[in-house]
């Protein structure tokens, strides 16, 4: 009998799209027309120039993601020579790029500002030092590596390039000097997205839910600035005769009353301080133009100052930035600031963390295609932290382990070393001996006679356990 076929298999097609509402590749997912494509980009770039609120939660996101720095580790933790060498390399790569890490890093607030960012990755051969900075790099040996992550700018966006599924294949850019639709493929790029949940290839701005607050807030300040200019607590207000109000009235009367009313509109202390009015009046010596200030009774039915602060509050919480508010106000305390520059922190290692799966997915199997390297187990890129943990919490919490009975091996290399590094500590050298352990080696200093001998916490010595 004839053994039976192995039959191959066949993954499940595709059924449905991803509904994105695009025409002609431009995406129309955003509700308001001002926040769409290149409007909208300069649209998020003006918040960002202009609020002082949203200007300082990106300076501090900046300074903290400039802090990290992202390395590469081999493949599953292997030992493998060949998976260390290639993890090895990676790490020259990483430490090799024209901007360096901190700047190259600092290209992701374009994500967070815009909602997506395009990186193209440039390559040049390891040859040592050149003149040129695209050229130069610190190693020599003929391998292909990274110059630059060099960012894509979101104004330039010209179009979007989709399969039938409605993912999103390509960019079309159109930018200076040549002004030239350029197609630039994701194959070959590094595309980050701020909201992974979203299928659109613009997904959604962090400034988003800031943007409508920021527009109120801008429009209050510039009504301010009106009233301070003019320095009034009310409206001008002019009375003119009515043969001058009438709509049938002639040209040369329209005139007249056209120039009136720019006077009154145009009215505050400046060119304008002093006016001159007309002083005509009728038969029984009333005036015929009167002017005069429509006024409260002295002060404005509404705070601005308390509005705005409410305003510049929410989009301080639309950028989970509003513990930059504690110590301003007579409010928060020292627990409740604790707590919120923890879930800062957090969302910041969540936006690391895109940077570093894009690098994952998209980067390195490029880097290694280019070298001719398998691009199977590739090592695997990691950031570290971007704030020293709390060494008081830790340390309280090991106490409270050891009150409850848990053993604390301190002479545990691995133990050492992690303390240490979360301390920033420097780590024990290897052959490091410990002052007195070993009285008869040449070098050391003699032992103390009156110095007890240090036992290892949690436990008791064998000849105390049979004694007990």
């Not at 053994?3 to 995406?27: C, D, H, M, N």
């Not at 051969?125 to 020599?140: A, C, E, I, K």
């Not at 300040?221 to 009235?249: C, F, K, N, T, W």
């Not at 997915?361 to 001719?372: C, D």
Request: aromatic share 8%; with cysteine; glycine share 8%.
């Amino acid at each position: 009998m004839a053994a039976a076929t192995k039959k191959k298999r066949v993954p499940p097609r595709e059924l449905g799209t991803t509904g994105i509402q695009q025409y002609s590749g431009v995406v129309r997912e955003e509700w308001l027309p001002e926040l769409q494509g290149t409007k909208g980009a300069r649209v998020y770039q003006k918040m960002r120039d202009e609020s002082p609120i949203i200007g300082a939660c990106f300076g501090t996101i900046s300074a903290l993601l400039k802090q990290t720095s992202l390395s590469a580790d081999p493949y599953n933790g292997s030992s493998d020579a060949e998976d260390v060498k290639r993890s090895t390399f990676v790490n020259e790569c990483l430490n090799d790029l024209k901007r360096g890490q901190s700047g190259t890093i600092g290209s992701l607030l374009s994500m967070l500002e815009h909602g997506w960012s395009i990186h193209e990755p440039l390559y040049r051969v390891r040859s040592g030092y050149h003149r040129d900075p695209d050229m130069s790099s610190r190693f020599n040996d003929g391998m292909i590596g990274w110059t630059d992550w060099a960012p894509r700018l979101q104004r330039t966006l010209h179009r979007w390039e989709f399969k039938e599924n409605g993912t999103a294949t390509a960019m079309w850019q159109v930018a200076p000097p040549r002004y030239q639709p350029t197609s630039l493929p994701f194959d070959r790029m590094l595309h980050l997205v701020a909201d992974s949940s979203n299928p659109s290839p613009e997904s959604r701005s962090c400034l988003r839910n800031a943007y409508d607050p920021w527009f109120a807030a801008r429009e209050i300040q510039y009504l301010e600035r009106i009233g301070i200019a003019r320095d009034l607590v009310g409206i001008p207000v002019a009375e003119l005769p009515s043969d001058l109000m009438d709509p049938a009235a002639a040209d040369d009367k329209k005139a007249i009353r056209a120039q009136y009313e720019e006077m009154i509109t145009s009215l505050y202390r400046n060119e304008h301080e002093g006016i001159v009015w007309c002083s005509d009046r009728d038969e029984k010596g009333n005036p015929l133009y009167v002017l005069r200030l429509l006024a409260t009774g002295g002060t404005r039915q509404f705070d601005t100052t308390k509005i705005i602060e409410r305003l510049e509050r929410r989009i301080a919480m639309a950028l989970l930035s509003d513990w930059i508010f504690l110590g301003h106000q007579a409010e928060g305390s020292h627990a409740l600031a604790d707590n919120r520059t923890t879930m800062f922190a957090a969302a910041i290692g969540g936006w690391l963390r895109i940077l570093v799966e894009g690098i994952q997915t998209q980067l390195l199997p490029q880097l290694f295609e280019v070298n001719g390297m398998a691009t199977h187990n590739l090592p695997c890129v990691k950031y570290s932290d971007i704030e020293l943990p709390d060494l008081g919490k830790i340390g309280d919490y090991m106490v409270k382990l050891y009150s409850a009975g848990m053993d604390w091996d301190f002479e545990d290399p691995t133990l050492q070393r992690h303390l240490r590094s979360i301390a920033n500590l420097p780590q024990r050298a290897e052959n490091a001996t410990r002052v007195g352990s070993n009285p008869d080696a040449p070098g050391d200093p003699p032992a103390d006679p009156g110095r007890q001998p240090r036992k290892r916490i949690g436990t008791a010595p064998p000849a105390e356990k049979e004694a007990a």
